[in-house]
T-cell receptor
Framework: AQSVTQPDIHITVSEGASLELRCNYSYGATPYLFWYVQSPGQGLQLLLKYFSGDTLVQGIKGFEAEFKRSQSSFNLRKPSVHWSDAAEYFCAVGDTNAGKSTFGDGTTLTVKP | NAGVTQTPKFRVLKTGQSMTLLCAQDMNHEYMYWYRQDPGMGLRLIHYSVGEGTTAKGEVPDGYNVSRLKKQNFLLGLESAAPSQTSVYFC?????????FGPGTRLLVL
């Protein structure tokens, strides 16, 4: 069965600092991988996705993620964090069967002024 | 183009009451999903549908029923609500791996 682990429940960074959110997955084949962001009281917004090809993918809001098959990881990065990036971030692995996704438990990002 | 919409946005129920949550999408997507989100946890799949007239169980289906009578609508029913069903419910739709989410329904069961 597929699974997703986000090891960091909560991360605090200073505004302008770099950010890396970790995601490890378990999946039997080549996975479809996603990162979503959720602001308080809001739905989920897709940041980026990886299906195949270039292992470094660019997303919205200046985010990028790198797929590393050997480490079963799909870490999210941003070079310089803005206060508006404070939110909860979810990594997900997608099933080829009907597009079902399995989500990690999320990482809450706090941005210090 | 509204995308995925959910009705209602918020609801309070008493234990034992029933209710139906409505999800509607205008993107002509084949697949639709219901998830629940609880504090400290990601989204967990309740039920899903791969097309009009079909439904299937997800990870946490107990206590819920669904129906997909029209392609654009996916209904989630609680026949006898329990406090454990207090949660935020998200609907999503897709044509493939990428899902598009609605804004959520907050349900409080007292």
């Amino acid at each position: 069965a597929q699974s997703v682990t986000q090891p960091d429940i909560h991360i605090t960074v200073s505004e302008g600092a770099s950010l890396e959110l970790r995601c490890n997955y378990s999946y039997g084949a080549t996975p479809y991988l996603f990162w979503y962001v959720q602001s308080p009281g809001q739905g989920l917004q897709l940041l980026l996705k990886y299906f195949s090809g270039d292992t470094l993918v660019q997303g919205i809001k200046g985010f990028e993620a790198e797929f590393k098959r050997s480490q079963s990881s799909f870490n999210l990065r941003k070079p310089s964090v803005h206060w508006s990036d404070a939110a909860e971030y979810f990594c997900a692995v997608g099933d080829t069967n009907a597009g079902k996704s399995t989500f990690g438990d999320g990482t809450t990002l706090t941005v210090k002024p | 183009n509204a995308g995925v919409t959910q009705t209602p946005k918020f609801r309070v129920l008493k234990t034992g009451q029933s209710m139906t949550l409505l999800c509607a999408q205008d993107m002509n997507h084949e697949y639709m999903y219901w998830y629940r989100q609880d504090p400290g946890m990601g989204l967990r799949l309740i039920h899903y549908s791969v097309g009009e007239g079909t439904t299937a169980k997800g990870e946490v289906p107990d206590g819920y029923n669904v129906s997909r009578l029209k392609k654009q609508n996916f209904l989630l029913g609680l026949e006898s609500a329990a406090p454990s069903q207090t949660s935020v419910y998200f609907c999503a739709s897709s044509t493939g791996p990428t899902q598009y989410f609605g804004p959520g329904t907050r349900l409080l069961v007292l």
